[in-house]
């Protein structure tokens, strides 16, 4: 489930980031993508982290 909510808060985050460059469609899209990959791979360590606390 935190990985789910990174990748969408990533890439909102990303998008809003940069629209507010005034980036093209092209620049939107890619860092909403960048964004979203970096958010998903912190919210599977803190997934994996929380698992492997609960042991």
């Known amino acids: 489930m935190i990985v789910i909510l990174g990748a ?3 890439a909102a985050l990303g998008a809003l980031t940069a629209y507010r ?27 994996l982290i929380i698992h492997r606390m609960s042991i």
């Open 21 to 47: 460059r005034k980036g093209s469609t092209a620049d939107i899209l890619q860092y909403a993508f960048v964004y979203g990959l970096g958010f998903t791979l912190l919210g599977l360590f803190a997934t």
């Open 8 to 10: 969408i808060l990533g």
